[in-house]
């Protein structure tokens, strides 16, 4: 069955230090979605990308999607106490809104 | 004013009962969903509704059944509960179908 698949499943940084989780899917997707969910908290909607090798950008955040539209990607850029959580992708197919495996992060002061 | 409601926020039962989830938004959104977040924070779609028809129904045991009174409120009824039933329940609602999707606060479910 459809699977999304997210590297790494954790990710302890030094705050300051850049940090990217990549999200993988075993069929083409139709777009893509971004969340992030804070600890104890519910998933947030942080971007959608619809286009093929498509690059969106919101401050520190930098979203890819991959060229064969079956990847992802999301670098955030000098890390901040604020940006620990969960990240998941959400990958589309059919009718469909498949969440990846999640990356939490976990910045260090 | 909270977008998308559920009560109760925690929920503590004993093996074999039966219990309701509810979901309110007040978006005006025309689709609902319902998400199950285990131990581990995989994310998984139950349900959605879309203008009071499922139009998504992932292989979930059917002792899980969702009810929609109106576009506004999607709840969760389960049956028999068991004690793999204990998870993070989340309500969703987005203004199309697969839109950007808003989040309710969720329910801790344990099963005792």
């Known amino acids: 069955g459809q699977q999304v698949m997210q590297i790494p499943q954790y990710q302890h940084v030094q705050e300051g230090e850049d940090f990217t989780t990549y999200c993988n899917s075993s069929t083409t997707l139709s777009n893509i979605q971004w969340y992030k969910q804070r600890p104890g908290g519910h998933p947030v909607f942080l971007i959608q990308?619809?286009?093929?090798?498509e690059v969106k950008k919101q401050k520190r955040l930098t979203f890819q999607f991959g060229e064969a539209k079956k990847n992802s990607s999301l670098h955030i850029t000098a890390t901040q106490t604020t940006d620990v959580g969960t990240y998941f992708c959400?990958?589309?197919?059919?009718?469909?809104?498949?969440f990846g495996t999640g990356t939490s992060l976990t910045v260090i002061p | 004013d909270t977008a998308v409601s559920q009560t109760p926020k925690y929920l503590v039962t004993q093996m074999g009962n039966d219990k309701s989830i509810k979901c309110e938004q007040n978006l005006g959104h025309d689709t609902m969903y319902w998400y199950k977040q285990d131990s581990k924070k995989f994310l998984k779609i139950m349900f959605s509704y879309n203008n009071k028809e499922l139009i998504i129904n992932e292989t979930v045991p059917n002792r899980f059944s969702p009810k929609s009174p109106d576009k506004a409120h999607l709840n969760l009824h389960i049956n028999s509960l068991e004690l793999g039933d204990s998870a993070v329940y989340f309500c969703?609602?987005?203004?199309?179908?697969?839109?950007?999707?808003?989040f309710g606060q969720g329910t801790r479910l344990t099963v005792v």
């Open positions: 990308l619809v286009k093929s090798g």
């Open positions: 959400a990958g589309r197919t059919g009718n469909q809104f498949y």
């Open positions: 969703a609602s987005s203004q199309v179908r697969n839109g950007e999707a808003f």
